[in-house]
């Protein structure tokens, strides 16, 4: 199983994070958010927004395509790369991946639950 590390995010995940074992098949939205890491999702991981926009700085080539509907979404997102996923559509693969979240989103308004 695949170590997903999560670099250092000033709100979200401060000292950053390493996850050992990560499942593989599990989005990385679910997985950050099993493990305490509230990334905006403010569709409900329907895909259908580019708030849990994340960049993948290692292991991305072991990731599914981005579907259609993803790649036009990601063309709207904050600080858009080459590397961009949708966390809620990117699923982990058998590689390691280290998780870069960007420190804005388009939702700037963080609705707090």
């Not at 904050?78 to 989103?105: F, H, M, N």
Request: aromatic share 2%; proline share 5%.
């Amino acid at each position: 199983m695949p170590k997903v590390t999560i670099l250092p995010h000033t709100e979200l995940c401060p000292e950053g994070k390493v996850i050992e074992n990560a499942p593989e098949g599990q989005t990385i939205c679910d997985l950050l958010l099993d493990h305490d890491i509230e990334i905006d999702h403010a569709c409900e991981k329907s895909c259908a927004c580019t708030t849990c926009h994340v960049i993948v700085r290692q292991g991305f080539d072991s990731l599914e395509e981005p579907s259609e509907i993803e790649e036009d979404l990601l063309d709207q997102a904050w600080g858009l790369e080459a590397e961009s996923r949708l966390s809620c559509q990117a699923k982990v693969a058998d590689e390691d991946l280290v998780v870069e979240i960007p420190k804005y989103t388009i939702n700037h308004a963080r609705e707090h639950h």
